[in-house]
Structure formats: structure tokens, C-alpha cells
């Protein structure tokens, strides 16, 4: 009997013991795989040959995963995934093979990718904003996509260089643009006594006050600080931020938002909640625009091509609301962009769909039905005609990108949660910055 | 006498309402009131096109379905309904099956190391499951089980129902199992057609309580799927929120489609999901 | 085969299913949780043995120590509230309305229950908004100032807490009411004839045969408090600031948002340390009790 339930443990003990250590053995396994798979690749490209791989079995019909967000909105006429098919199927036809587009939501985009990409249902090719691209380059992810292309290739693509990141071509920038700027209702603004949309910090502020006296129930100014997502933070802090002149790292990715630039622009945002500017509803509102579209809020901050969405209000807009920076002041522009992910069996395939994907011809096609974006080739002819026309040739030297260093999402998760609880009162201006820094100093990095 | 006056409370029947008996009245009322308003108003809403969450009835077409048909076509909602449905039968089914047969090995067998082994079991039930979360999702991602429905089926089954249904089984008298013994039934059959019957009621409780907790889960599904052919219901609302945020018709026209299924249920169902769960907490 | 040992590999085989699920599933996990928090891993590079200092750096965190504060208080203002409603509610049922109103009534205060937090979540999100919600607009009826209820940094996590209690109440009742009814009836009839008043049975019969239920549903509402995510990811995402943000949250966002596994582990062993500890003096206080009768 003993006996019996001694062997029962020790039975019960090695097994755990072993599923133990197969369960780490074969999760770090992949990896180390795919780091050697990159090391291979980069030597590859130093000899300068083109095609590094071959197409794996180009008999059968290959496959190919391709993730991408979601740009229609509710009331569109067409949902993504419906686009994206239309527009593949000649590519599948061509090339003989099958793409199964994967809509991946907004929200939870960051944990979607993670672990996507870590097992084997993630994409062959897929879409990142800057903020996410310093880990999966950092651990050998992601593939230097240059080799795949021809010069004049790259010379035909207006932001090629956007995607050179952390010394390889890590992206091909699909969505550039879409800045964000101050609309204003101008029927709102009039009705206080205001004519012109403001473009200083100063003339932002006194509108602000005078809507406020004018019109007590209009929201002067409106940011969704309610959102959950740090995202926010292009619309309602950076512009104000690079306003003041700030950077937000040295090109030793140091964090250097604990700056005076960094104090003079959160100190005024402080200062438009405090005289209510920036309402207290502010803090749970998550939806900026529909407050604008229902008139509640009289001046927002927004993309470009969400303003062309709003229709039924008479509104205008500021390119650049100068700050202390002067003419140097700055607003947020997207850069984010296709990449191919080392794991991708047939990357000569994975390299065409982007080709495919960022053509003018469905390129133009997207910004027509979709979403109405700046064009990214020099060959697509598709120009909208709105009030956005020549804000890019005017105003290209005073956008941004964000840039890429180590667990960027993490810095802005803290940084908007700071500022969340600043204008909440709960913080002073030089708390948050002062804290974001050291937590991101001590506990992110 | 009937039944019903063997119980406590036949007692008070006849005293006179008080004050304060009164005023129990009106807060069960009131909060019966709270508890089913929001769903009231959800339905209401899923019927309206509005972007403020002020509820005006005027706004209100009832043969406007167009949110459900949004939620349904571009949201995907029929796939993750049927991801629901399917899973949550299939954990219930799945977790009776085995909770029993463990129930009735612990229970009607003997062999060394058992109550260690049931101590175990125990202690598993402490462990939040949360805390186990990331080497589970690890074991999956390398067995190449994620985005499958075993990976969101097999996190249901746990020790609690084991130790529901051993309390339960304490119950049925081993003269009868040796009964069946003697007539030369094999085992299996024994557990089969002389056991189950016997716990019924407890399989019942623990139907309902695992439909509970399987409907409702919502961590598990949201780490372990990233295909959306593969999303739970609970992981569709949740996504519908950003993407939406005001759009509250939607929002709420997606609520109601999680909200129905278990609600017709519970109508249907109801003495058995009052009951089940009052066992649940009386034997677990 | 003796009959025993027929009897023993019997019954290893009905327990084996399960077995293998809950080694797999709880048992081998734990020891991996314990392992990953002891080192340095992102999911895409082989974990690194870094020693204790995820724990102390878990210690030095702002976000977590802030998470902590909201899963205690989140939990001091649920459990009891909820146990106390609970029981009220079940009382109030047993003793005055044993009909068909009864019934209905207890049938409709079970209907949270059975929606997903997640559904609960989405619905009270939009009561809860500060413009035009309908909480705020039944508060302006009666001259209420608009209260930012999920903007504001104190009342936040008290929404949260209300959605919570309003979801549990129901559950908590069916079992109360159930431990009531199964009370004998001549222990009421005894005191009955002996002068005891309704709030006197109440607090000398009812309650302490009531012990092992009240256990259950402590025991139950503070792990499930503990466990907290679902409702605070959908209404306010961890916001505003770090108001709403609870422990499984902290253990999901490093996870999975910052990639930091390691860390994230360490967090869990801190949750399971806790619910453990929690659950010790909480029998502690049980049995202390019950040695008093």
C-alpha cells in the first residue's frame, strides 16, 4: 500500500517535472528559431542578393495571413473586411494562392499582436504604429523588407524612409499622415464673438474663455482624457507638447519629456482645465467627435481625415496652434506601416502583397471608399478635393512622428494615466513628468 | 396541510404587516426595479440610432433592426453567438462527464494515496485562476492549442465540481451499488445507469453554475483568441466598445444579443437555475 | 485481481481525466508561475534567470501599489455590503413573502446574475455617463448636481463597486434563501412559544445556523474580489489615472501589454500569497466563532 503511493507521488512529481520543462523548453524554442532566421536573412543582405528566399512550394497555393485594423466607420458603406476582399481576390487569382484577412479591432491591438505573432495563427504580414515597433525588432521579429525592393520602387513611395527603423527597413509606411489639428464649429465661435479659427496657444485660450462666458452649456474646448487607450495622447498632448518645443527622447532613446518644454505645455493644458477651457466632463468623455458633431463642444482636436467625416457642422481648422516654439511648433502625424514578420514561410509572396496592398490602384481606392488619406506613391493620381488639399505640401516641415524606443507603449501608458490623474487634480504638471520619468527609468525600460 | 406550510415562514403568515415590514417591501421592490431596468432600457436602446446616452422615446423604431444587423454582419456576431453557445454546451456537458466519474472514484472506491490525493483537489480551488493564466497560455501557444475551442473548453473543468459532487454522493447508499454488484452489472454500467440518475439534481447545479461561469468568461477568451473566428461573445461586446464608443444604439444592440440567450434560458429554466445554484452553495 | 486492487485501479481510472486536466491545468502552471517569476521574459527571447528582483521592484511600483489599494477597497465595500443585502433580502423573503410575489420578485433580482459582467458593464457604462446618462438625468429630477461618475477620481471605483454589488446580490440571495428554508421549523416554533421576537430569532436561530453559508458567501465574494478585471476593462479601461486599475489588471496590462512576463508572474504569486493569507485569518475569525457558541 506504501509502496503503491510512494510510486503515486513520485510518478505525480516527474511529470510535472517534465511538462515543466517542456512547457519552457518549447516556448523559448520558437524565438532562439526565429532570431538565428534573422541573423541568417541580415547576412544575406549584406552579400547583396535580392531574393533571400525561395518561394516555398509554388505549386500548391500558398498561403498568406494579413492582419489589418479597422478604418470604416459605422456609418460607411463598406466594412474593411469586405474591401480588403474585394481587393484581393485579383491578387489570389494572380498568384495562386489564398489570403485570409484577419480585421484586428483597436482595441487590445497591442496584446492581439503579442500574442499573434508569438504563436503560429499570426500574421505573415501586418500593420504597426511606431510605438510597438522597438520590441519586435529588438527580438528579431520582424524582417528588413529593403532587399525586396528595387530602387525605383523606393523612389516611387513618397515616405519609404519612415520606415528605416533601428538601422534596418523594418516597415513600408501604408498610412502617412492624417495630422491631427484644431477644428473649430465656426457658428459656435461666432455666436461668442469670434471670427477666426485661433493659431496660438494665447488666442486659443482667450476663445476658450469667451465660448465659455458666451455659451455656459458648449464644452470650449473637448479631449477625451476619458479614453481608455494612451492613443489619445496624439490628439490631446503631443500637439501642445511639440507646441513648447519638447523631444521626447535624445538619440540615445534617454526619456527626455521632464523638460521645460515638457512643463510649459502640461502646465498650460493644467492651466485651460483649470479656467475650463477643457471642461471636468473632459475626464470621461471618450468620443471627442460626437460631442463636436452634436455641438456640445465648440473646438477639438482631430485627424484629418476624421474631420472630413463631419458633415453637418460648419467647422474650420488650424494646421498648427503655435505655442512658445513659434514657427518650430509641431502637430502628431501617423506613420505606421506594413511589416513582414520572420516567421513568414514564402516572404518573396509576403513582399508582393505589399506591393499589392500599397499600389496606387488600391491605395486610391481605399482613400476613395474607406478612409480619405494622403497619397503614398508618387504614381497615385487620386487627389480628394477638401479642405485638407494642400495642408501636407504647406505644412510637411511642422508634422511628427513618434519616435521608436524601448517599451514605448509603456511610457505613454503611464504618462497618459499621470496626466489623466493631473487633470483630475489629484497631480501637479511637474509631478507627472517628473514621475513618468522615473518610472520609466525604474520599472519599464 | 400542504407542503408548503411544513417550512419556516408558514409561522408569520398570519401577522399583520408592520412598519418595517413595509418598508423591506419597498426595497425589494425598488431594487427588483434597479435589477431589471438596464436591460429594459438596453433593449430600448438597441432599437434607437442615437449618439447621446439620453434616452428619448421618440427615437425609439422597433422595426429598425439595423443595429442588430450591423452587430451580426460587420461585427461578426452570429460566429461569436455560435462560439458561445458552442463552447459553454460543450464545457457543461464535458465537466459533468468527468466531475462525476472523479466524484464517484473518490467517493464508492478505494485506493491509497485517495484523500491526499482529494487534498489536492482542495487546494487547487484556492489558486485564482488568473495566477495561472500566463503558463497556461504558454502550454497552449506550444501544444499549438490557441485560437482552437479545446483551449477555451478545457479551462472550465476544475476540482470544484468533483468536491459538488462527492458532498452530493455522500448520499447514495453503497448497499445499492453492491446490489447492482452482486446482479452482475459491469462497472461502468453501474456508474452509468445506477449513479447518474441518483445525482441528477446535482448535475443539474452543476449545469447551471458552469453555464455561469462559461458564459461569462471573459479573460481566458480575450488572451487566448486573436482570430476573430474564434471570439466569445463576451470578447465581440467588449471589442465593440472602442471601435463604437458612442455609438450606443450598437453598443447596446450587441449587449442584447449576449444578454438573450441566457436569459431565454433562465426563463425556461428558471426553478432550475434558482435551485442549482442554491445547491451549489449549500453542498460546495 | 483481488477485489481491492480491482477496486483501486477502478477507481484511479475515474479520477484519471480529471487528474490529468487539473495537473495539467492548475498544478504544473502554478510551478511554471513560480519559475517565470524569477526571471526576465518577453515571449519572443528564452527566459532569463534574473533571482527576486521582479519581486522587488513589484514593491517599488507606483501602478501596482495602486492597484492593490483599489482591489482592497474595491473588496472592503463589495463583500459586505452584498453579504449584508444578501441576507436582508432572503430574510425579508422567508419570513414575509413565501408566494407568488416572493417568487417573482426573487426571480428578477437573480437576472444580473445570469448577464456577462462584460454585458453588465457595457450597460451601466452608459447609465453611468456624465452627460445625458440616466443616472445623472434621474439625479437632476430631483435638483442633483451631474456627478462625473466615471471621470472622477474617488467616484470611479465606487460605480464599479455599485455594478459589482448590484450583479452579486442575487446570486448571494438564492443561497441564503435556500440556507433559510432549510432551518427546522420547530426551532421557530420553540421560540416562539417562548416570547422570542422575529429580530431575536433572527440573530439567535437564523444567523448562527446561517455560519457555514455566511462563510461561503464571504469566501466567494472576496475571491471573486480579488479576481476583479472584467467590469473595470470595459467601463473604465484602469482610468482615470490610476483610479480603477486592480491587480489582475496590473497582471494583464504588464502581460500583455508590456510584454513582461516575468514580471507579471511575479505579480500572480503575490495575488495567490494574498488570497491565501486572506483566506487563513478569515477562517481564523470563523472558527473562533464558532469555538465561542
Known amino acids: 500500500m506504501k509502496k503503491f503511493s510512494k510510486c503515486l507521488t513520485l510518478g505525480l512529481a516527474a511529470m510535472m517535472g517534465g511538462s515543466l520543462l517542456a512547457g519552457c523548453g518549447s516556448s523559448s524554442a520558437p524565438a532562439s528559431s526565429s532570431a538565428a532566421d534573422s541573423a541568417a536573412s541580415s547576412t544575406e543582405q549584406s552579400a547583396g542578393t535580392t531574393a533571400a528566399d525561395s518561394p516555398a512550394a509554388s505549386g500548391d497555393a500558398a498561403k498568406l495571413t494579413l492582419w489589418l485594423p479597422p478604418f470604416a466607420g459605422t456609418d460607411g458603406d463598406i466594412t474593411d473586411l469586405d474591401f480588403w476582399t474585394e481587393k484581393l481576390k485579383p491578387f489570389e487569382e494572380e498568384n495562386n494562392c489564398t489570403v485570409s484577412v484577419e480585421i484586428t479591432p483597436w482595441d487590445g491591438y497591442e496584446e492581439k499582436y503579442l500574442t499573434g505573432s508569438t504563436s503560429d495563427d499570426g500574421p505573415d504580414v501586418g500593420y504597426l504604429y511606431m510605438e510597438m515597433f522597438y520590441d519586435y525588432i529588438n527580438n528579431g521579429l520582424l524582417t528588413d523588407i529593403d532587399s525586396y525592393f528595387t530602387d525605383e520602387e523606393k523612389k516611387n513611395y513618397t515616405y519609404y524612409n519612415l520606415g528605416s527603423i533601428l538601422g534596418g527597413q523594418y516597415g513600408l509606411p501604408i ?79 534617454n526619456l527626455t519629456i521632464d523638460t521645460d518644454a515638457g512643463k510649459t505645455a502640461t502646465e498650460y493644458l493644467k492651466k485651460l482645465k483649470d479656467e475650463g477651457v477643457i471642461p471636468d466632463s473632459a475626464t470621461s468623455n471618450d468620443d471627442t467627435i460626437t460631442s463636436f458633431k452634436n455641438g456640445e463642444a465648440a473646438m477639438i482636436y482631430v485627424a484629418t481625415s476624421n474631420a472630413l467625416k463631419i458633415t453637418d457642422v460648419n467647422w474650420d481648422y488650424a494646421p498648427i496652434v503655435q505655442g512658445p516654439a513659434g514657427d518650430q511648433s509641431k502637430t502628431f502625424v501617423a506613420a505606421d506601416s506594413l511589416v513582414m514578420f520572420n ?58 512622428t513618434l519616435p521608436v524606443f524601448a517599451n514605448a507603449a509603456g511610457m505613454y501608458d503611464t504618462l497618459f494615466k499621470n496626466l489623466q490623474s493631473m487633470m483630475l487634480g489629484d497631480m501637479q504638471p511637474d509631478e507627472v513628468l517628473s514621475e513618468t520619468t522615473d518610472y520609466y527609468n525604474n520599472n519599464l525600460k | 396541510m400542504n407542503s408548503q406550510d411544513l417550512r419556516y415562514g408558514a409561522l408569520h403568515k398570519k401577522r399583520k404587516w408592520t412598519v418595517v415590514s413595509m418598508f423591506g417591501m419597498a426595497l425589494a421592490i425598488l431594487f427588483a426595479v434597479i435589477c431589471i431596468a438596464p436591460f429594459i432600457y438596453m433593449m430600448l436602446m438597441s432599437f434607437t440610432q442615437s449618439t447621446t446616452a439620453m434616452f428619448r422615446l421618440n427615437e425609439i423604431h422597433f422595426q429598425d433592426l439595423s443595429n442588430y444587423q450591423y452587430v451580426f454582419h460587420n461585427n461578426g456576431f452570429f460566429r461569436s453567438l455560435l462560439n458561445s453557445i458552442l463552447v459553454t454546451g460543450c464545457s457543461c456537458f464535458f465537466n459533468c462527464v468527468i466531475a462525476s466519474m472523479a466524484a464517484y472514484g473518490f467517493e464508492k472506491k478505494e485506493f491509497p494515496g485517495k484523500e491526499k490525493l482529494y487534498q489536492l483537489y482542495l487546494a487547487t480551488m484556492m489558486i485564482p485562476g488568473q495566477v495561472t ?49 452482486v446482479d452482475g452489472c459491469p462497472e461502468f454500467q453501474i456508474y452509468l445507469k445506477v449513479v447518474l440518475p441518483l445525482i441528477r439534481p446535482v448535475l443539474v447545479s452543476l449545469v447551471i453554475f458552469t453555464f455561469v461561469t462559461s458564459w461569462n468568461d471573459f479573460m481566458w477568451p480575450l488572451i487566448s483568441t486573436s482570430k476573430s473566428s474564434m471570439y466569445t461573445l463576451t470578447v465581440a461586446l467588449s471589442l465593440l466598445k472602442t471601435q463604437y464608443a458612442t455609438n450606443y444604439g450598437l453598443l447596446m444592440a450587441g449587449s442584447a444579443v449576449s444578454f438573450v440567450f441566457p436569459f431565454v434560458l433562465y426563463i425556461f429554466l428558471q426553478k432550475q437555475f434558482v435551485e442549482g445554484i442554491a445547491l451549489s452553495g449549500i453542498k460546495g | 485481481m483481488t477485489r481491492k486492487k480491482r477496486q483501486a485501479v477502478q477507481g484511479f481510472l475515474y479520477i484519471l481525466p480529471s487528474f490529468v486536466l487539473l495537473a495539467f491545468f492548475a498544478v504544473v502552471p502554478i510551478f511554471m508561475t513560480g519559475y517565470f517569476s524569477l526571471t526576465d521574459y518577453n515571449m519572443m527571447k528564452a527566459p532569463s534567470f534574473v533571482g527576486l528582483q521582479n519581486y522587488a521592484k513589484v514593491f517599488r511600483d507606483s501602478y501596482m501599489k495602486a492597484a492593490a489599494m483599489n482591489t482592497l477597497i474595491y473588496t472592503v465595500v463589495t463583500v459586505p455590503v452584498q453579504t449584508i443585502c ?171 501589454k508590456q510584454h513582461k512576463m516575468g514580471y507579471a508572474c511575479s505579480i500572480a504569486i503575490l495575488l495567490l500569497l494574498l488570497v491565501l493569507v486572506v483566506n487563513f485569518i478569515e477562517n481564523l475569525f470563523f472558527r473562533e466563532k464558532r469555538g465561542q457558541k
Open chain 2, 133 to 181: 493564466m500566463i503558463p497556461i497560455f504558454l502550454i497552449m501557444k506550444s501544444m499549438h492549442l490557441l485560437n482552437t475551442y479545446f483551449a477555451l473548453i478545457v479551462l472550465i473543468l476544475n476540482a470544484f465540481g468533483v468536491i459538488l459532487i462527492r458532498q452530493f454522493m455522500k448520499g447514495v447508499p453503497d448497499d445499492l451499488l453492491e446490489a447492482a454488484q
Open chain 3, 86 to 256: 444578501a441576507l436582508g433580502f432572503a430574510a425579508f423573503f422567508a419570513v414575509k413573502l413565501q408566494n407568488h410575489a416572493g417568487g417573482f420578485l426573487r426571480s428578477v433580482m437573480f437576472i444580473p446574475v445570469i448577464a456577462s459582467a462584460i454585458t453588465a458593464a457595457t450597460i451601466w457604462r452608459i447609465i453611468f455617463a456624465t452627460d445625458g446618462g440616466v443616472l445623472n438625468s434621474i439625479l437632476g429630477v430631483f435638483g442633483a448636481p451631474k456627478v462625473n461618475w466615471l471621470g472622477g477620481t474617488s467616484t470611479a471605483l465606487i460605480s464599479i463597486c455599485i455594478v459589482a454589488i448590484w450583479k452579486n446580490i442575487g446570486y448571494f440571495m438564492v443561497i441564503y434563501y435556500a440556507g433559510i428554508m432549510a432551518i427546522p421549523k420547530e426551532l421557530y416554533e420553540a421560540a416562539t412559544i417562548d416570547g422570542a421576537t422575529i429580530m431575536q430569532q433572527f440573530s439567535m436561530i437564523t444567523l448562527p445556523l446561517l455560519k457555514p453559508i455566511t462563510y461561503l458567501v464571504v469566501t466567494l465574494g472576496i475571491i471573486w474580489s480579488f479576481q476583479v478585471f472584467d467590469l473595470s476593462y470595459q467601463m473604465t479601461g484602469g482610468g482615470p489615472g490610476k483610479a480603477t486599475v486592480t491587480l489582475v489588471m496590473g497582471i494583464y496590462n504588464t502581460a500583455f
Open chain 1, 343 to 400: 516567421k513568414c514561410k514564402n516572404k518573396d509572396l509576403a513582399a508582393k502583397l505589399m506591393k499589392y496592398l500599397t499600389s496606387a490602384e488600391v491605395m486610391s481606392d481605399f482613400h476613395k471608399r474607406v478612409s480619405q488619406q494622403p497619397a503614398i506613391t508618387a504614381d497615385d493620381t487620386y487627389v480628394s478635393e477638401d479642405k485638407f488639399t494642400n495642408l501636407f505640401a504647406d505644412y510637411s516641415d511642422h508634422f511628427q
Open chain 1, 175 to 253: 498610412v502617412v499622415g492624417n495630422p491631427r489639428v484644431l477644428i473649430c464649429n465656426m457658428d459656435l465661435l461666432k455666436q461668442a464673438g469670434v471670427e477666426k479659427v485661433p493659431s496660438t496657444w494665447d488666442e486659443l485660450e482667450s476663445t476658450g474663455l469667451a465660448l465659455k462666458k458666451a455659451l455656459p452649456d458648449v464644452a470650449p474646448l473637448m479631449q477625451d482624457w476619458g479614453n481608455p487607450h494612451y492613443g489619445s495622447l496624439n490628439e490631446i498632448y503631443w500637439p501642445f507638447f511639440w507646441g513648447a518645443g519638447g523631444e521626447i527622447v535624445d538619440a540615445d532613446g
